[in-house]
Structures are given as structure tokens and as C-alpha cells.
């Protein structure tokens, strides 16, 4: 069943970084935040997009005839897709950053309002992306936020109210944590670029003159692991957790990178697994959210839908939803990718 939000839509993309652009789509971020959101189910099920196979590696994880399903739309800017289990065959919980919001997802319930405000709790205006952005449940199944607008990562605890665990790099505050991975030791790795602030890279609140990737231990220790790439944004851990991977986000250089990970936990060298430049001819977007497949493949949104690399970066396919694609995630079973494209929130079944 697809749902339709009856809610004024935008892009976050490109951005007029004019104070008046800002007050303008605050002003309709709120306006939607704040209203009653009207649901209307439609009996038919609405796909999108095509899939693309490049390598026939790409067959024994996606058919050649899976469809990507529209679960609903309406949104302003989706993220942060996580499968949550709950006893009751879970949820899918995902962010809509101008409405400074995470919303829940249900097979019989559709779409549900879950937290709002999401990432920024301040009562002055701060801009297009406030809200939380990429959401993980940490190894005590609790609901971890990297919020953009109170420019920390926090958890929410099981009384209902949130707990800071970072917002700030050697007595300075971080720009605006992005997205987030666990390890099994607890270790939650991050990144940290500048779109949570108003005026982004050029804010006059920004205090870091980089954007980095940390590991923060359960200890709270913080230690920046790089502050090479200009524009970090997804983060994912290889299944034997050797490996971290890094989508970046620049226009200039649209990457997914590779670092080994050393026995004391620091990183080697770069390396580039694909670069999205010519793909940006075609379609609209960057890398962005990514998560590894147990088998070692990751799944990349970029330009135009889901990019799924070998753990070496052969591009083996794409999963196109032809738009902008911020995010996607995996059940734990492995059955389904569900994906954020722009205002909608999809899915498709995956071997």
C-alpha cells in the first residue's frame, strides 16, 4: 500500500544559501512539521524506476525483475532509514530533516509521526536541514540520532528522554554529525561535514575548519580517525570489520573510499572504489547513506538510486529510482533494502 503526505514538498538540493531563501524554507518546513498529516492510502501498489545490471554478480542479490515499491511520499527530504525489531515484526524509523522529524513505518499501520523536533530543540531559526539526519540502534537497542541543529550524536534512552554522547572535538563544537556505524565492541564511527549549518562550510558558528570521521568508544573516548575527505557523509563497517567505507559528497570528487582498519584501531591508507562524476551527468544527486550486505557488498545511494559495489568497487549494478537518493538500509533478515529517495520512501526485495 503507497501513502501520499498531503504536505508541500522541496529539495534540499541544489541550495541558495540567501538568508531569504533559508527563512522561506523554514517557514514551509514548519508549516509542515506542525500540521495534521493526511494519509490517503491507494489500493494499488506505485513503483519507480528501473534496475540496471552491469556484472552478473548483481543477479544473486537483486532479480531482474524486482520492482522498487513506493511505501509512501509527500516528504520533504527522507534519511536515515533503520530497521528497528520490537517483538512485533518490527518498523522501519527514518528522518525528515527540514521537517525536524523521524517518522515510523509499519506494514499495517503505514506512516506514523515518532518524534518531532528530531535534531534541533533551539527556538530561533537555523536553516534548511535541522533536523536529525542518520539514525542506528546501538548494541543496547537503543535509538542513536546524529542531529544536525544541536550538532551532536545522542541516544535516546528508555525513559524517552535523550542523552548527548558527543558534540564536540577538543573543546569545539562538531559541525553537524551526518551518518553513523556500530562495531561490536560498541564504537560508533561518524561523520561530520557542515550541511546541518545554515550557511553550511561558510556558517559563522562553525569552530572545526575540517569535516571528519571519528570513533567514539563506550568509554566516550573520541579519537579523529581522518579529516582527508572534504565531504564525508555515509559510513559502513566491511562484515568482518576490517574495512570502513566513506561515501563523500562533493561535487567536485563524488567518491566511495575504502580504509583498512589497523590492529589499534587507527586508519591506513585511502583508497577510491568508484567515483560517481559521469553518473552525475544523467542523474541528480551524490553518494550519500550506504550499508554492507553480510556478504561483504554495499549498497550506495548516489546520483539517480543504489549504487551495489563489490567490496573492491566494481560497480556489479544499480537499483535506479531516476531522482535524488539520500539513504538506504537493510532488515536484518537481508530480504529487503528499503531506500529514502527525495520525498519518498521506498523498498525492494532483495535475495
Same mark, same amino acid.
Given at each position: 500500500m503507497n501513502q501520499s503526505l498531503s504536505l508541500p514538498q522541496a529539495t534540499c538540493e541544489?541550495?541558495?544559501?540567501?538568508p531569504s531563501f533559508f527563512r522561506r524554507a523554514f517557514a514551509r518546513a514548519a508549516c509542515a512539521a506542525f500540521a495534521?498529516?493526511?494519509?490517503?492510502?491507494?489500493?494499488r501498489a506505485e513503483t519507480i524506476g528501473r534496475i540496471e545490471k552491469l556484472d552478473e554478480a548483481f543477479e544473486t542479490l537483486v532479480a531482474p525483475d524486482a520492482k522498487i515499491e513506493v511505501l509512501a511520499s509527500g516528504f520533504t527530504w527522507t534519511e536515515g532509514p533503520v530497521w528497528v525489531?520490537?517483538?512485533?515484526?518490527g518498523h522501519l524509523l527514518f528522518t525528515d530533516i527540514p521537517r525536524n522529524s523521524i517518522f515510523r513505518w509499519t506494514p499495517a499501520r503505514g506512516i506514523e509521526l515518532f518524534m518531532h523536533p528530531s535534531g534541533y530543540t533551539g527556538n530561533t531559526f537555523y536553516g534548511l536541514e535541522p533536523g536529525a539526519n542518520g539514525l542506528a540502534i546501538d548494541p543496547q537497542g537503543r535509538l542513536v540520532c546524529c542531529e544536525h541543529? %544541536? &550538532?551532536?550524536?545522542?541516544? @535516546?534512552t528508555p525513559g524517552g528522554g535523550k542523552m548527548t554522547l558527543v558534540d564536540s572535538f577538543e573543546g569545539k563544537r562538531l559541525n553537524s554529525p551526518n551518518d553513523l556505524c556500530f562495531d561490536s565492541a560498541g564504537s560508533i564511527y561518524f561523520t561530520d561535514p557542515p550541511y546541518g549549518l545554515p550557511q553550511r562550510a561558510d556558517d559563522p558558528r562553525r569552530e572545526l575548519d575540517f569535516c571528519g570521521v571519528y570513533r567514539l568508544?563506550? %568509554? &566516550?573516548?573520541?579519537?579523529? @580517525?581522518?579529516?582527508?575527505?572534504?565531504r564525508p557523509?555515509?559510513?559502513g563497517l566491511s562484515p568482518d570489520q576490517k574495512t570502513l567505507y566513506v561515501a563523500q559528497s562533493d561535487t567536485e570528487l563524488p567518491i566511495w573510499v575504502s580504509f583498512p582498519i589497523k590492529e589499534d584501531k587507527t586508519l591506513g591508507e585511502m583508497k577510491t572504489l568508484h567515483n560517481a562524476k559521469d553518473a552525475m551527468k544523467d542523474f541528480l544527486g551524490l553518494p550519500d547513506g550506504l550499508v554492507v550486505h553480510p556478504n561483504g557488498t554495499i549498497f550506495g545511494s548516489g546520483p539517480g538510486g543504489v549504487y551495489v559495489l563489490s567490496p573492491e568497487g566494481k560497480l556489479l549494478g544499480r537499483i535506479l529510482t531516476l531522482g535524488r537518493c539520500s539513504n538506504c538500509t537493510l532488515?536484518?533478515?537481508n530480504k529487503w533494502l528499503y531506500i529514502t529517495a527525495d520525498s519518498q520512501l521506498c523498498r525492494i526485495a532483495i535475495k
Open positions: 541544489p541550495i541558495d544559501p540567501s495534521m498529516i493526511a494519509i490517503v492510502p491507494t489500493a525489531e520490537d517483538g512485533q515484526g541543529g %544541536d &550538532r551532536r550524536v545522542s541516544v @535516546l568508544d563506550p %568509554d &566516550r573516548k573520541l579519537t579523529l @580517525l581522518t579529516k582527508q575527505l572534504a557523509n555515509g559510513i532488515t536484518p533478515d
